[in-house]
């Protein structure tokens, strides 16, 4: 594979979600720009995880039980 930097890749200004965005709003931010996974970050704007759609189907497949 050709040695591709992320910067030619990845989102810029680059999406993010805060630690406390509601699982509603996160489906449709992800839905709206056609992500696979967003970075979540604090109140400081630092990097504290990253949530995928796996994540999230994950989750609500152990909701729905």
């Known amino acids: 594979m050709k040695n591709i930097l992320a910067k030619k890749v990845m989102t810029s ?3 993010s979600v805060n630690h ?3 699982l509603k709003e996160l489906v ?3 839905d709206d720009n056609i992500f696979s ?3 979540v970050v604090n109140e400081e704007k630092r ?3 990253i ?3 796996e994540d999230v189907m994950k ?3 152990w909701i729905i039980g």
Request: proline share 10%; hydrophobic share 40%.
């Open 13 to 15: 200004p680059v999406v």
């Open 28 to 30: 449709r931010i992800l």
């Open 37 to 39: 996974g967003l970075p």
């Open 51 to 53: 949530i995928s759609q």
């Open 59 to 61: 989750y609500t497949q």
């Open 47 to 49: 990097l504290v995880g």
């Open 20 to 22: 406390d965005t509601s």
